[in-house]
């Protein structure tokens, strides 16, 4: 089974996985959400990620979630796995993302794979829905 872990502003990735869990059911391990607030410093937010990181290690492989790129949360997650190349780092976590992730985490082959189920039923579920019915009359 391949771990997540989904650092986010706020408690935004809790509020995820509790939503994604409402729809495909429980989690049974390996999903961490660490949130972080503007008060808190770099080297706290590293810690909690270095925390997450640590509480997974060795039990599979593993995802890392962002909330969008060029955030604390992505900015502190690359430095910490400059050295873990196999590691993929998402950024722009949504709820169709989520989803995915729980459906498929236990039956992917590789956290590669994963990945691109994750990133591909993300840019799905960006759309103007109108624009989508509209085609469809």
């Given amino acids: 089974m391949i771990n997540i872990i989904i650092i986010t502003h706020g408690e935004f990735g ?3 996985v509790e939503a994604a869990e409402g729809i495909v059911g429980p989690q ?3 999903v961490l959400c660490v949130g972080i607030s503007a008060r808190m410093s770099v080297v706290e937010v590293r810690g909690r990620l270095s925390e997450a990181l640590e509480r997974v290690r060795g039990k ?3 995802i890392v979630v962002t ?5 604390t949360p992505a900015n502190v997650a690359i ?3 400059k050295d873990r190349p196999e590691v993929p780092v998402i950024s722009g976590v949504n709820l169709y993302m989520l989803v995915t992730a729980f459906n498929y985490r236990k039956t992917a082959a590789t956290a590669s794979e994963l990945a ?3 990133l591909s039923a993300g ?3 960006v759309s103007n829905i109108r624009v989508l019915l509209a085609g469809r009359a």
């Fill in 79 to 81: 430095p910490l796995l």
């Fill in 60 to 62: 599979g492989e593993m």
């Fill in 116 to 118: 691109e189920k994750m």
């Fill in 14 to 16: 809790a509020y995820l």
């Fill in 67 to 71: 909330d969008m790129p060029g955030g």
């Fill in 123 to 125: 840019q799905r579920a």
């Fill in 28 to 30: 049974d391990g390996g």
